[in-house]
């Protein structure tokens, strides 16, 4: 695959790794971190990717870019401290795990510089490939593209109960595949269009070495903009295991497979029959339809053109972009594929109680404008201040998203996995019957998924949804919903808790209140003189005290009643703020 090199601009000169053909960089390998208690530090570094730079970066840990591979157990609840050494405020996010609100890590839950977050929480996902990364409200691109992220892998008995390969490094490889534009000083250049350069796990022109067996390899879109359309050199036929949040019902063969940002993928590679010899991992970019960014054209229909798209060689064209040198089986190699894995079951349209819809457009209509953004959603741009949807706390809803612009968006959902019912009115493909957080709506075109709003309640903290092309997420492409739990209606049946004591009362900044039940406080209603609810907490996993804390500042001077419930009781003290 001999390529020209292409002089952008007159500026720089791209450098890839695609048309260099050297894949001269062992691929790293994130180490993990286990257990029910981890650490991360942000901070920044600098990294080498060019002789005679050093570009600027931000890594967890021990790294400078990306961080370490959290792996964690289903069921167990952890604890993670998360340490902002940058000088910049950030926030971390828990892409696709089914978290309460104020553990997820969206733009509302900043970390400022020098402090630590503490989220707590169960791990109540499947066995998959999850991830994490910043979510600083405008400055998602920014953090994300300087490496700011990192893996997550669940594990639970139902996928440990079948025959795969996962030997974390030798038979179960995590592939975080990105590109990345560099300015002519090597610093990553976040909102360039001339992505040209490959990292994969952070590696430029990277090499790995493979065992002659089958090998699970865990993919993640994890590039800023860019759709990849991934098969391998020597057009293998692969099987699709995992989608986004869980094991599919069988594997699903393919030779090729597309990930949008945010996205991810583990499939199987029989590598049994190719000892000795070497293939490459490629971008089939020349396969993408237009209308996808990464094809020839962008836009569908010709509709516009993103500046400096076209000086981009990467774009529309195909690219090795990971050379696998198949070495010796190891001693337990996975020789087999699995002919089923677990049982799907996906919410059925009849079981919805509401339908929502989503449409995307241009801000601004006119020239370019149906491709270069910024797009909004419902025609609103995003505001940190404006709750867009409240969805009652259980609620099966269907979400109806329309693609008024020219070119495909992924969209993503916090809070839920979700089954997809059909795009533009046809059922998804097999690997993509699975559960999903990020779903692609291409041009003009429309996509229904269907979920369930269960677990979590939150009568301050949202959720977010929005577009994974970060460029677009930052300029305005999301919107934040609340998930309510009407207390009142759905706690019938409870025995009153006898004692209920609440000191300072009446109390001038907050009250601590305390009950007498075998059970820790679960949530708490808040209504005021006139019964109106002034808050409402009905966050499971933030509160296995018996004694919680209830802050006051907020609130003007007068009577409230503070209704408490645990698991079985619950009742109603009255309180005075000063
Ligand atoms: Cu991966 Cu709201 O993000
Ligand atoms: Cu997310
Ligand atoms: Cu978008």
């Given at each position: 695959m001999k390529r020209t090199i292409l002089t952008v601009l007159g500026l720089f000169l791209?450098?890839?790794?695609?048309?260099?053909?050297?894949?001269?960089?062992?691929?790293?390998?994130?180490?993990?971190?286990?257990g029910t208690n981890i650490s991360l530090s942000i901070h920044t570094g600098t990294m080498a990717f060019y002789p005679g730079f050093s570009t600027n970066s931000i890594g967890f840990n021990a790294y400078n870019y990306l961080g370490p591979t959290l792996?964690?157990?289903?069921?167990?609840?952890?604890?993670?401290?998360?340490?902002?050494?940058?000088?910049?405020?950030?926030?971390?996010?828990?892409?696709?795990?089914?978290?309460?609100?104020?553990?997820?890590?969206?733009?509302?839950?900043?970390?400022?510089?020098?402090?630590?977050?503490?989220?707590?929480?169960?791990?109540?996902?499947?066995?998959?490939?999850?991830?994490?990364?910043?979510?600083?409200?405008?400055?998602?691109?920014?953090?994300?593209?300087?490496?700011?992220?990192?893996?997550?892998?669940?594990?639970?008995?139902?996928e440990a109960a079948l025959t795969l390969p996962r030997t974390y490094g030798v038979d179960d490889i995590p592939l975080v595949v990105q590109t990345r534009a560099f300015d002519v000083?090597?610093?990553?250049?976040?909102?360039?269009?001339?992505?040209?350069?490959?990292?994969?796990?952070?590696?430029?022109?990277?090499?790995?070495?493979?065992?002659?067996?089958?090998?699970?390899?865990?993919?993640?879109?994890?590039a800023t903009m860019r759709l990849f359309n991934f098969g391998f050199s020597n057009n293998a036929t692969f099987y699709q295991i995992v989608s986004d949040g869980g094991l599919l019902s069988a594997p699903v063969s393919m030779t090729r497979l597309r990930l949008a940002p945010g996205e991810r993928a583990e499939?199987?590679?029989?590598?049994?029959?190719?000892?000795?010899?070497?293939?490459?991992?490629?971008?089939?970019?020349?396969q993408l339809p237009n209308g996808y960014y990464g094809a020839a054209n962008p836009a569908a229909m010709?509709?516009?053109?993103?500046?400096?798209?076209?000086s981009n060689a990467f774009n529309g064209t195909d690219n090795a972009i990971l050379k696998i040198n198949v070495v010796a089986p190891t001693a337990s190699a996975v020789t087999t594929m699995p002919s089923t894995l677990t049982v799907v079951t996906p919410f059925l349209a009849s079981q919805a109680n509401k339908t929502r819809t989503k449409t995307f457009s241009p801000k601004v209509m006119g020239p370019g404008g149906g491709l270069n953004g910024p797009f909004v959603i419902n025609g609103m741009s995003f505001d940190m201040m404006m709750?867009?949807?409240?969805?009652?706390?259980?609620?099966?809803?269907?979400?109806?998203?329309?693609?008024?612009?020219?070119?495909?968006?992924?969209?993503?959902?916090?809070?839920?996995?979700?089954?997809?019912?059909?795009?533009?009115?046809?059922?998804?493909?097999?690997?993509?019957?699975?559960?999903?957080?990020?779903?692609?709506?291409p041009a003009q075109q429309t996509v229904k998924f269907i979920t369930k709003f269960d677990d979590f309640t939150d009568h301050m903290t949202p959720y977010m949804y929005?577009?994974?092309?970060?460029?677009?997420?930052?300029?305005?492409?999301?919107?934040?919903?609340?998930?309510?739990?009407?207390?009142?209606?759905?706690?019938?049946?409870?025995?009153?808790?006898?004692?209920?004591?609440?000191?300072?009362?009446?109390?001038?900044?907050?009250?601590?209140?305390?009950?007498?039940?075998?059970?820790?406080?679960l949530g708490y209603k808040l209504t005021n003189a006139l019964g109106k609810d002034v808050r409402i907490v009905n966050d499971l996993d933030l509160n296995y005290a018996k004694e919680i804390e209830i802050d006051t500042k907020e609130l003007s001077q007068g009577v409230y009643y503070l209704n408490v419930y645990t698991k079985v009781n619950r009742g109603t003290v009255k309180l005075i703020k000063q």
């Open positions: 791209i450098s890839n790794s695609a048309f260099s053909q050297t894949f001269s960089n062992s691929l790293a390998i994130p180490s993990t971190l286990t792996i964690l157990n289903k069921g167990d609840s952890v604890h993670i401290n998360v340490t902002n050494n940058l000088i910049d405020t950030t926030t971390i996010h828990w892409h696709g795990m089914h978290v309460s609100p104020k553990n997820d890590g969206g733009p509302h839950t900043v970390i400022p510089p020098a402090t630590t977050w503490t989220p707590k929480f169960k791990v109540r996902d499947d066995a998959a490939m999850f991830w994490y990364h910043s979510h600083l409200h405008m400055n998602t691109a920014a953090q994300v593209t300087k490496g700011e992220a990192g893996l997550i892998i669940v594990k639970d008995p139902i000083n090597k610093q990553f250049d976040a909102l360039s269009a001339v992505d040209s350069v490959v990292l994969i796990n952070g590696t430029k022109n990277p090499y790995t070495n493979l065992p002659a067996q089958v090998v699970r390899l865990r993919l993640i879109n994890a499939i199987l590679l029989d590598l049994t029959a190719l000892q000795t010899q070497t293939i490459y991992l490629t971008n089939y970019g020349s010709g509709m516009g053109t993103i500046p400096n798209y076209s709750i867009n949807d409240t969805v009652p706390f259980n609620n099966i809803e269907v979400w109806n998203l329309t693609n008024n612009t020219a070119i495909a968006h992924p969209f993503h959902i916090h809070d839920v996995q979700f089954y997809i019912l059909d795009i533009n009115g046809s059922a998804p493909p097999a690997n993509m019957a699975g559960k999903k957080d990020v779903v692609v709506v929005h577009c994974h092309m970060l460029v677009h997420e930052d300029e305005g492409m999301m919107g934040q919903f609340l998930v309510w739990d009407y207390l009142t209606d759905i706690k019938k049946n409870y025995n009153s808790i006898e004692s209920i004591k609440a000191y300072p009362n009446p109390a001038s900044s907050s009250w601590i209140i305390k009950v007498d039940d075998k059970d820790p406080i």
